[in-house]
């Protein structure tokens, strides 16, 4: 790229996935030499990855609140101001506003589906629904699934062009999980939203099936916030080892203190804590939602169920994992050679980089 500048436009900063993505591509760009500047749409108030993508070097801008023409007009004043070449909106909502702003002034954009095409299509909105399918004219997906059921849509307002570059996760050392002795306890984390879509009841379920099966004394904590925080610690019943220590900041901390990590949710496109989990050698016992099951292979570097068969399939062979020696600890080098091969920042920011050249023409 001749033009070194990258204007990347995000709904909010708060802890969520793809914002941890923004933060492990910028922080590869930034070391190799391009200026990155970030401009925040909608800020939540609670932008945790503000201060992180500082650190490594990133120019931030919050667009003035206001009608929607208001922060059409700022975000042109923040686009001309950082003389991006490239202007990239990482999260679906905020694909519409990039392409008017790229197109008035001359530059190139790209636009993206974070999770399932269709759900995110319906969550926007009909009218923003289709104008962020269709401006800009280059979406990326950050999964497979996503990728293929957008180039599938039939429907009005059907994307025309979308790559797949996938998820990175940053590697640090390495240590396998010590297996739980007989009649010790196996400790389980979920790491998410606390909303409707990760469905924690089916983790809540999940324990009480062991409970019930006989199986391995087991302690669930789900980390992490949301509206149904009180709903979920109404369903725990007394004689179930499940807490909920709210948000973390240093979810590999989290991890490295467990034995397995539990995905429940009803849709995902590339989850970033089971990557995470990957990176840490922690075997995931998950949903069969987005790319999952082609990140996770079953009985390989976890278990994957569908959403209908997921407790009693779980909690069985959870019960036959735990009750065989070496199995969980092979299970976990697994899991860290997978992310090592597929997974790194550098294959996230040479297909990006890829890209923005075909953009650009150079």
């Known amino acids: 790229m001749n033009n070194r500048r990258i204007l990347f ?43 992180l993508l500082r650190d490594v070097g990133v120019r931030l801008h919050v667009v003035k609140d206001g ?21 990239h909106s990482y999260a679906f909502t905020s694909n519409f506003p990039v392409w008017l702003v790229a197109f008035a002034l001359r530059k190139s954009s790209v636009g993206s589906i974070r999770g399932m095409y269709e759900w995110e299509r319906r969550g926007a909105g009909r009218l923003r629904g289709v104008l962020s399918s269709v401006f800009p004219k280059q979406l990326v997906a950050n999964s497979i699934a996503s990728a293929e059921e957008a180039r599938a849509c039939s429907a009005f307002g059907a994307p025309r062009r979308v790559r797949y570059i996938g998820n990175a996760v940053e590697l640090g050392p390495f240590s396998l999980p010590k297996e739980p002795q007989p009649g010790g306890v196996l400790r389980v984390v979920g790491i998410g939203r606390l909303d409707e ?21 087991l302690s669930l904590a789900i980390w992490g916030e949301g509206p149904l925080r009180l709903q979920l610690q109404g369903l725990v019943k007394e004689s179930a080892d499940v807490t909920f220590p709210g948000f973390t900041t240093d979810p590999r901390c989290i991890l490295r203190e467990a034995h397995m990590v539990v995905l429940c949710s009803d849709n995902e496109g590339t989850p970033n804590v089971v990557l995470e989990a990957l990176a840490e050698g922690r075997p995931v016992v998950a949903t069969a939602v987005g790319d999952v099951p082609r990140i996770v292979r079953h009985g390989v570097e976890g278990l994957v169920y569908s959403t209908e068969s997921y407790v009693a399939s779980a909690a069985a062979d959870i019960a036959e994992l735990v009750s065989i020696p070496g199995r969980l600890s ?10 090592e091969q597929d997974f790194s920042p550098s294959k996230l920011e040479s297909s990006t980089i890829d890209l923005y050249r075909e953009l650009r023409g150079r």
């Open 9 to 51: 436009v995000v709904g909010c900063l708060g802890g969520g996935g793809y914002q941890r993505q923004l933060l492990i591509l910028a922080k590869r760009l930034v070391a190799s030499g391009v200026s990155v500047h970030v401009a925040v749409w909608r800020p939540s108030g609670n932008e945790v990855y503000s201060d």
């Open 67 to 87: 009608f929607f023409l208001s922060k059409l007009w700022d975000l042109l004043r923040i686009a001309a101001k950082s003389k991006a070449g490239i202007i």
């Open 330 to 339: 092979k299970m976990a080098r697994n899991a860290r050679a997978r992310a």
């Open 197 to 217: 879509n990760k469905n924690w009841g089916r983790a809540i379920q999940l324990v009480e099936e062991i409970q019930r099966i006989r199986g391995p004394r």
